[in-house]
T-cell receptor, first 114, second 114 residues
Framework: KAGVTQTPRYLIKTRGQQVTLSCSPISGHRSVSWYQQTPGQGLQFLFEYFSETQRNKGNFPGRFSGRQFSNSRSEMNVSTLELGDSALYLC?????????????FGSGTRLTVV | AQTVTQSQPEMSVQEAETVTLSCTYDTSESNYYLFWYKQPPSRQMILVIRQEAYKQQNATENRFSVNFQKAAKSFSLKISDSQLGDTAMYFCAADTGTASKLTFGTGTRLQVTL
């Protein structure tokens, strides 16, 4: 059974650019959530999608957006990149939108903004 | 809002010994779930153990067990017979029963030594 796949694994972007990260959940999982991990702020929730609908959103500026496709694959986009956006972005999938089933995480995308 | 606190930034244990990682949480929800995740240098967040708040019995997964004290809002992880492969960051996390959104603690870096 394939795990959660995140692409790309590493990314270097320049300030002001935009970036799109991709996440393919485990087959059958319809909930996909995104987290930002930084040394200073730790792990912070970005947003969660279930059946193509954003059900929950964290406290991030509007530059951070996402979407989910009918096959449950999800993308997150960050526009007008800032140096502070440098982080490990983790995607997690779950069987259902109701918490408690546990989440399977991908290996993350390391974004560096220069 | 819920909060998760891990007060031990770093811990060290010798191989084959037992170690306990502490975690306290705060939530106004009556239905919630607690997790311990392990993040080795490979970056992938791996689920170690989960606990349903409405269950009195402490969860156990092989060498890993929890001490869940609901009234004290405490959720500690005990690792028995520590192995070198247990070296990693350990994160305590909480999730309510109504939204797929994990709140993480700041993590405990565990080093297993020979």
């Amino acid at each position: 059974k394939a795990g959660v796949t995140q692409t790309p694994r590493y990314l270097i972007k320049t300030r002001g650019q935009q970036v799109t990260l991709s996440c393919s959940p485990i087959s059958g999982h319809r909930s996909v959530s995104w987290y930002q991990q930084t040394p200073g702020q730790g792990l912070q929730f970005l947003f969660e999608y279930f059946s193509e609908t954003q059900r929950n959103k964290g406290n991030f500026p509007g530059r951070f957006s996402g979407r989910q496709f009918s096959n449950s694959r999800s993308e997150m986009n960050v526009s007008t990149l800032e140096l502070g956006d440098s982080a490990l972005y983790l995607c997690a999938s779950s069987l259902d939108r109701v918490g408690g089933y546990g989440y399977t995480f991908g290996s993350g995308t390391r974004l560096t903004v220069v | 809002a819920q909060t998760v606190t891990q007060s031990q930034p770093e811990m060290s244990v010798q191989e084959a010994e037992t170690v306990t990682l502490s975690c306290t949480y705060d939530t106004s929800e009556s239905n919630y779930y607690l997790f311990w995740y392990k993040q080795p240098p490979s970056r992938q967040m791996i689920l170690v153990i989960r606990q349903e708040a409405y269950k009195q019995q402490n969860a156990t997964e092989n060498r890993f067990s929890v001490n869940f004290q609901k009234a004290a809002k405490s959720f500690s992880l005990k690792i028995s017979d520590s192995q070198l492969g247990d070296t990693a960051m350990y994160f305590c996390a909480a999730d309510t029963g109504t939204a797929s959104k994990l709140t993480f603690g700041t993590g405990t870096r565990l080093q297993v030594t020979l």
